[in-house]
């Protein structure tokens, strides 16, 4: 059995006919006749019904068609897989990001780099307190969406693109306080401080959202986090984006104390090693979150 029989058997069972099918594939007909003769030889079936002018598969090549289909198209695409591998494309890319950032121009710049290289695997990380980042710097990620303070020059030689801005927000359910209108630690203190366990990387430290003296519990999830604030178990930081539409309902409720700072905005960068080069999909998608942000 090869390739060539099983095309030739599509092609003849997608036309009808021996002549149609041999005009497409730009062969004789007898060439045709002679591929699936001895394809049926082999297997000791007949493959095709010849009793009328319109060809048609038996019960047995009805089932032989249907897997041969599968063979052929597993075929395209591993032909398609090497083109794109000659063409000096990269076969995976490690994506890390930081649920702090929200997450809409991601998703579409992704979309159109599925659109244009089918064949490149991804790997989507998400993390949190600069753990996107941290991978950056381990070679464990090609790139990384993260949020950015010139400090983090200091992490290493990086090449950053600006593509947005990140909004962490001071939130709880309205329930956790019985409505009362949260306008000073104290109040605070009283409730559970929900936090997201801090990241190995040096930069990220308990001092940026921690409130000292106060229970606290742990998760390593900002969805997690959510749904602890969304039960009422306590208080805590969350990017905005996450809450959004809780914050549309009510469900959830920004707290602002007046004596600690309830809410942190910075930007948002993409992020790259500059001793690792880009492949041509990388470019593709550096390029495009900097079309996306202009």
Not at 13 to 19: A, I, P, Q, R
Not at 133 to 144: M, N, P, T
């Amino acid at each position: 059995m090869t390739l060539e029989q099983l095309l030739t058997l599509s092609r003849i069972v997608e036309y009808g006919t021996l002549k149609r099918a041999a005009d497409s594939l730009h062969k004789t007909q007898p060439a045709l006749s002679m591929a699936i003769k001895k394809l049926e030889e082999e297997y000791g079936f007949r493959i095709l019904n010849r009793d009328s002018y319109r060809l048609s598969l038996t019960q047995e090549g009805r089932l032989f068609y249907s897997k041969a289909q599968e063979l052929l198209l597993n075929a395209q695409q591993l032909s398609s897989l090497g083109q794109h591998l000659a063409d000096g494309n990269e076969s995976l890319i490690r994506f890390a990001y930081d649920l702090a950032c929200p997450t809409s121009m991601m998703l579409d710049v992704l979309k159109r780099c599925h659109s244009l290289y089918p064949d490149t695997e991804f790997q989507i990380m998400e993390k949190t307190r600069f753990g996107a980042l941290e991978l950056l710097h381990k070679d464990q990620a090609d790139l990384a969406i993260s949020p950015w303070w010139p400090t983090l020059y200091a992490a290493g030689d990086l090449d950053t693109l600006p593509i947005g801005e990140f909004t962490i927000l001071l939130a709880a359910s309205p329930e956790l306080f019985g409505g009362a209108v949260v306008n000073n630690t104290g109040q605070l203190r009283s409730q559970v401080h929900l936090v997201i366990e801090k990241s190995a990387f040096e930069f990220d430290s308990e001092n940026l959202i921690l409130l000292k003296g106060v229970r606290t519990w742990k998760t390593q999830s900002a969805n997690t986090l959510k749904q602890l604030l969304l039960a009422g178990l306590g208080w805590g930081f969350i990017p905005e984006h996450m809450i959004r539409d809780e914050l549309a309902s009510g469900t959830l409720v920004a707290l602002q104390p007046e004596d600690m700072e309830y809410a942190i905005s910075g930007e948002v960068r993409l992020l790259r090693n500059q001793k690792s080069s880009l492949g041509p999909v990388s470019k593709m998608l550096w390029q495009a979150f900097a079309e996306f942000r202009q």
